[in-house]
C-alpha cells in the first residue's frame, strides 16, 4: 500500500484545522510531519489536496475534500476494528465536534469530562466556530459532527434536536424594565440594543422586532457574548439572548437581570446536526447519545429552578 492511515490522520487534521502548525500541535508532531504527509499523498494521487498559504494556513481543493471524505471513512472503519481488542459494548476511535463558539463555553466542557469518564477510548476534539464556519467544515467533512442553533445550517445535513429554547431579555440589575416581571419587545425597542456581531445571529435578533414593525437602534456588535453581557451589565444598552450562562454576573461582577418576553416569537434549537452523505461513526454516535443525555438533565435543573 502507497498510503498509509498515519498519513490520513495528519492530512484530516490539517483540514480541521487549516493549519500545519495547529495540526501537528492536535497530533504532538512537528509541522513539517504534517507537510511531508500531505506531499506524500499528493504525490500518490497525482493532485494538491490543499493550497498552501502564507505561514502555515492551508485550504482543502475540491479534490482534497473528496479524498479527505474518503480518508475519514477508513480511519474511523480502522478504528472500529482495534476497537475488536475491548470490551464488546466499548466506544473506540475519534470524533471530531464543531460547536458554535457562544454555546461551547455553556456545554462543550462538561460533554468533554462527561465522554471521557464514560468512554475513555473514544478521542474527542471541539473547535469553536461562527455558525458560517460550523456550516461550510460539515460539508467538507472537516468535522464530524456540529453543535449549534437552528441557524444557517447547509443542506443536506441530518439534525437531531437536543433543547428548546425561549428568548429572554437581558437587562442591567438597576435598569427600569427590571421592575416588571416580564418585558414586550416593544419596551426594548425603546432601548439601545447590544448584539453580536454574528452575521447569521444580529438579522436573526433584529428580525425578532421586524416580525412587530418595530425599529430598534443598535448601540453595536460584541466579538464575544461575554463582552455583549458586559456591555449590558455596565448599562450600555439591553440585549436578547437565547442561551442562558448558570451565573448572572458579568465578567467584571456587575449584575445582569433576565426578563421573559410577552410577544410571541420564535422558539431556537440547540441541536447536533452532521451530513446526511456520510455515515456517523460509533464514537461519533456516542458523543451524540451524551449530548442528548446531559442536555435531557439540564432541562430538568432549569425547570426545578424555575419553579423554585
Given at each position: 500500500m502507497r498510503l498509509t492511515l498515519r498519513?490520513?490522520?495528519?492530512?484530516?487534521?490539517?483540514?480541521?484545522?487549516?493549519?500545519?502548525?495547529l495540526a501537528g500541535n492536535e497530533l504532538n508532531v512537528s509541522q513539517p510531519s504534517?507537510?511531508?504527509?500531505?506531499?506524500?499523498?499528493?504525490?500518490?494521487?497525482?493532485?494538491?489536496?490543499?493550497?498552501?498559504?502564507?505561514?502555515?494556513?492551508?485550504?482543502?481543493?475540491?479534490?482534497?475534500r473528496a479524498v479527505l471524505t474518503r480518508a475519514a471513512r477508513i480511519v474511523a472503519e480502522m478504528e472500529e476494528l482495534e476497537g475488536l481488542a475491548f470490551d464488546e459494548d466499548a466506544l473506540v476511535g475519534e470524533v471530531n465536534v464543531g460547536c458554535f463558539e457562544d454555546l461551547a463555553p455553556y456545554c462543550a466542557p462538561a460533554l468533554l469530562h462527561r465522554l471521557k469518564e464514560r468512554h475513555p477510548h473514544i478521542r474527542a476534539t471541539v473547535r469553536e466556530e461562527s455558525f458560517h464556519a460550523l456550516g461550510r467544515r460539515l460539508v467538507e467533512g472537516a468535522i464530524d459532527i456540529a453543535l449549534t442553533y437552528n441557524i444557517a445550517l447547509p443542506p443536506d445535513v441530518e439534525v437531531e434536536v437536543l433543547r428548546t429554547l425561549e428568548p429572554y431579555a437581558l437587562l442591567p440589575a438597576d435598569h427600569p424594565l427590571t421592575r416588571g416581571k416580564s418585558v414586550s419587545l416593544a419596551e426594548l425597542a425603546r432601548y439601545s440594543l447590544v448584539l453580536s456581531d454574528q452575521e447569521d445571529s444580529w438579522k436573526y435578533i433584529l428580525s425578532l422586532f421586524q416580525l412587530h414593525d418595530l425599529s430598534p437602534s443598535v448601540l453595536g456588535?460584541?466579538?464575544?457574548?461575554?463582552?455583549?453581557?458586559?456591555?449590558?451589565?455596565?448599562?450600555?444598552?439591553?440585549?436578547?439572548?437565547?442561551?442562558?450562562?448558570?451565573?448572572?454576573?458579568?465578567?467584571?461582577?456587575?449584575?445582569?437581570?433576565h426578563r421573559p418576553i410577552t410577544d410571541?416569537?420564535?422558539?431556537?434549537?440547540v441541536l447536533v446536526a452532521y451530513d446526511a452523505r456520510r455515515p456517523l461513526s460509533r464514537a461519533a454516535r456516542g458523543f451524540i447519545s451524551e449530548a442528548q443525555e446531559w442536555f435531557s438533565a439540564r432541562c430538568q435543573v432549569d425547570e426545578f429552578e424555575t419553579r423554585r
Open positions: 498519513q490520513m490522520r495528519y492530512a484530516l487534521a490539517a483540514g480541521r484545522h487549516e493549519n500545519l502548525t504534517i507537510s511531508v504527509a500531505i506531499t506524500q499523498i499528493e504525490d500518490v494521487m497525482g493532485q494538491p489536496l490543499f493550497v498552501r498559504q502564507r505561514g502555515a494556513g492551508v485550504s482543502l481543493t475540491p479534490f482534497g456588535k460584541m466579538r464575544s457574548f461575554e463582552m455583549q453581557r458586559s456591555m449590558v451589565a455596565n448599562g450600555f444598552g439591553v440585549a436578547i439572548a437565547y442561551t442562558s450562562p448558570f451565573g448572572d454576573y458579568a465578567y467584571d461582577g456587575k449584575p445582569l437581570v410571541r416569537l420564535p422558539l431556537q434549537q
